[in-house]
Structure formats: C-alpha cells, structure tokens
C-alpha cells in the first residue's frame, strides 16, 4: 500500500488508524449483543439472565440451539431449548453465538444471496477450526471459532464501501491472484486492517484482532513473538490447515493459503500425515451432519 507505514508494527499505526475510518464505516456491535456477552463474561455469569437475553432473539436462539447440535459441541442427543444448550456451550463459547448474530446483522446493505455465501462459507470454517484446534494442545476451541469467524469479516464491509470490489473479487479468481495483493494495489485499505478494528471495537479478545492483522503476512512464521504472539499465530495456522481441508473437499480454488503456507501452518502445530488424515476424517464426518 502506497505510502503505508511498517506494518510490522504491533498495533495498527495511527495512520492506518485514520485512512480506514476515512474510508469505512465499522460498523458497531448491537446492543443485544453486547448485553449477552456482558453476562456471559462475568466471573459468575447469570445462566437465566443469559437465556432471557438470547431467547428474546430469535437470531440468537436458532445460531444458539445450531451450535450446540454441531460437531464441535455435540454430546449426546439433540438439544431443543436453550438452557439445555448454554449447559452445553458454557457461557464461554455463547460469546461464539452471539458474535457471530452480530457479524451477520453488520453485513446489512448487500444482496441476500453474497451474504448467505459469505455466511455459510464463514460459520462453517469456524466449526472446522475449532474442531481442529480442539485437537491441539494449549488452543483454546472457542477462540479458534471466533477468530475463524472474523478473519475475513471485513470483506463484507469492502464490498459495501467500493462498487468494483466484488468484480475485482471475482478478476483474482480468474488470475489466481491473492485478493490482499489487489486490496493492497488498489485501495486505502486492506481486509486485515479493517477487521483488526472491527473486533478491537466490538470488545473481543485483542489476540483475535493480532491474529487477524497478520494473517496475509506472507512472513508471518518468522516473525517475532513481540510481533505476532505465539497463540495468535496458532489461531492463524488452526484456521489455515481448516480452510485448506475445506477447499479440497468444497473444490474450491484456494486463493487464502496456498500449498507453502499450508505446510508451515502444519509444522508449526506438528501434524503428522496420520494426524492430518484423521483431521480429514473428522472433517467429512462433521459436514455429513451439518
């Protein structure tokens, strides 16, 4: 980006700062949203207070009583109601819940059928990755989730504030081009960016928004811990092995990771060819019930 400042610095610098909200409206977490994950993050955290708020929505209660019956949270039987579904969750992983209502109520303003795609595509991959990061030690699932989720949450926001971004999307399909090389080309801001001040203003934890930052760093297993902080690159190479599995079996053309990427993603967190093909396994048996 022209005139960009290092963007190796830790915290997005004051001129980037000032060039996206110049550029981009972020959008602001909905009160509804903010009042469930206020109770869910309490030292004691109110379990009937929680199931009122949810269940005032039916956004919340449906993304609730979903993620409770998918693969990364199923035991047992279905559940049908959602204190049965918070005892399931933890109050912890309705955060996941109710961020996720909330990024999807953000992409108002776009045709149905592009926030749909969006939709599916993003809530699925946040399921794989937490079911990969729960097999990994020292990961914590709903992180992966939420960060899996958010990524590339600012893509929506890109396509509502720049009329040619959804032709340029699909021109970096047709040359395989990376779309962060574009962003980078062509406008005062990138997906990254504006998604590390998403999260950062809808009060999620600051190793998602890290994470997010650097996650197009074609460096980004090099860097420096002072840099990138060790659990926001394991966020980072959880997602990119979830995402690559995803494209193979989606056959999909991936623009995200690429092969080089992916085998770093998978020496970073030690899967071995025999653990990458019980990821697979599980990854098959899990979008068979989804």
């Given at each position: ?155 929506p926001l890109m396509m509502r504030r720049f009329e040619n971004y959804v ?60 840099t990138l902080p060790g659990m926001a690159l394991s966020l980072i190479a ?48 899990a979008m068979a019930s989804m």
């Amino acid at each position: 980006m022209p005139g960009s400042p290092d963007k190796r610095h830790h915290e997005v610098s004051p001129e980037d700062l000032d060039r996206v909200f110049k550029t981009i409206e972020i959008p602001t977490c909905p009160a509804v949203a903010l009042e469930a994950m206020a109770e869910a993050q309490k030292d004691e955290p109110n379990l009937k207070n929680l199931a009122k708020t949810i269940a005032g929505d039916v956004g919340l209660t449906a993304t609730t009583l979903k993620l409770a019956n998918s693969p990364l949270f199923r035991a047992g039987g279905p559940v049908t109601n959602i204190n049965r579904a918070l005892e399931r969750l933890g109050t912890r992983n309705v955060v996941c819940v109710v961020v996720g209502v909330a990024l999807r109520s953000s992409m108002a303003g776009l045709p149905a059928a592009i926030v749909e795609k969006f939709w599916t595509r993003a809530a699925g991959l946040a399921v794989a990755a937490g079911m990969i990061a729960r097999r990994q030690y020292g990961i914590s699932p709903d992180a992966a989730y939420i960060y899996a989720l958010f990524h590339d949450a600012a893509i929506p926001l890109m396509m509502r504030r720049f009329e040619n971004y959804v032709p340029l999307m699909e021109a970096c399909r047709e040359r395989g081009q990376p779309l962060i090389e574009a962003e980078e080309s062509l406008f005062p801001c990138t997906h990254p960016i504006v998604g590390s001040l998403l999260v950062r203003n809808w009060g999620l934890p600051p190793i998602v928004g890290q994470a997010i930052r650097f996650h197009h760093d074609p460096d980004l297993y090099d860097l420096s811990d002072k840099t990138l902080p060790g659990m926001a690159l394991s966020l980072i190479a959880v997602t990119q092995v979830a995402e690559r599995l995803l494209c193979v079996k989606l056959q999909e053309q991936d623009l995200e990771v690429g092969e080089n990427l992916f085998h770093r993603a998978l020496a970073y967190l030690g899967i071995s060819d025999d653990d990458l093909a019980e990821l697979d396994e599980a990854l098959d048996a899990a979008m068979a019930s989804m």
